[in-house]
């Protein structure tokens, strides 16, 4: 008689693999956190179904006011981080940093779940965070359908694409299928990308990644699981969705991107790498810039939207939307 399923891996109790190979996830409504939602009342938000046949919901963020009702809103979407096997828009580090973008910069937030990994291995949230962008673009299309908070004040040709972690490894991703101004999807038009510590990997450890210390929510061990669940199955982490300069990856020097923003902390065992990501896309004449936030670790500004550093975070955001905001 054999023994029951065990648990071999377990990533903070949200996600556990069995001996069997089966997968359980905690419900949602099961999971404590410890940090509580920072809702001033300044934004309005609901959620919205984008994908019906993955069962896919986004989450919309309207400031209740704007300082001139004669301007219309940007919008921004925020592609959350998870390491592409955990999170969602209605976790609280996710949604107070919603909050804080929608009031601080005075936009349009909307805020898409992904399917996750290993269910749903790459490239599926790649093709989610697409389509979330296509749904925008249907609802402006279809005018008579459209939501109502669409409807009025607020600007489809300044759209900017924010993601954290493994959300800025979507961010990028994008920016590489659509090209600049993204044709494909008018009247859209997206003018830029913030990736907040973009999550790379490779088979080639960096200095920081090597050397540096662990971080409380994450060390190397965790970093190669994220990539060994989310991964085509016998992809290595030279594999293109991790490495984009790999000895795997195609060419980006012909290629041309929308401006990129990037933005992490000093301390982050990703650093050397996302640096040197930031420095090859400079070399082949990319419009980049990267701000290093000194003493800082892995999701600093998510975690903490509403400190200090958050507002000197957004600071950088809304200096980079009104440099990319003219034609």
Not at 2 to 11: F, I, M, Q, Y
Not at 88 to 104: I, V
């Amino acid at each position: 008689m054999g023994s029951l399923p065990h648990v071999v891996e377990d990533h903070l109790g949200i996600l556990q693999i069995l001996s069997n190979g089966s997968i359980f996830r905690i419900e949602e409504k099961d999971i404590i956190f410890p940090m509580k939602v920072h809702d001033d009342g300044s934004v309005n938000w609901k959620d919205c179904l984008y994908d019906k046949k993955h069962d896919l919901h986004l989450r919309l963020y309207k400031p209740w006011s704007a300082p001139n009702p004669t301007t219309k809103l940007p919008i921004v979407f925020f592609l959350h981080g998870g390491g592409f096997i955990v999170g969602s828009r209605t976790w609280p580090n996710c949604h107070n940093c919603c909050l804080r973008l929608a009031s601080g910069l005075q936009a349009l937030v909307v805020a898409p779940d992904y399917r996750l990994p290993p269910e749903h291995r790459l490239p599926a949230a790649v093709d989610d965070a697409l389509n979330s962008v296509k749904w925008l673009q249907n609802e402006i299309l279809e005018e008579n359908n459209s939501d109502a908070w669409l409807k009025d004040g607020v600007d489809f040709g300044r759209v900017f694409i924010v993601g954290d972690s493994s959300g800025g490894n979507l961010a990028h991703h994008l920016a590489v299928k659509l090209g600049p101004g993204s044709p494909e999807l008018a009247p859209i038009r997206l003018r830029g990308y913030v990736l907040f510590a973009p999550f790379f990997g490779g088979i080639v450890r960096t200095k920081s990644e090597a050397e540096g210390l662990p971080e409380p929510f994450l060390n190397l061990d965790i970093l190669d699981r994220f990539w060994r669940l989310s991964l085509p199955d016998g992809s290595t982490r030279d594999h293109p969705f991790a490495n984009p300069f790999g000895p795997l990856s195609p060419s980006l020097e012909s290629i041309k991107l929308d401006p990129m923003l990037v933005i992490l902390g000093g301390s982050e065992l990703m650093k050397d790498r996302i640096e040197d990501y930031v420095k090859k896309l400079k070399e082949e004449g990319k419009k980049i810039h990267c701000v290093v936030f000194q003493g800082k670790q892995h999701g600093f500004f998510t975690n903490e939207p509403f400190s200090e550093v958050g507002d000197k975070v957004l600071q950088e955001l809304k200096n980079f939307i009104t440099r990319n905001s003219d034609d």
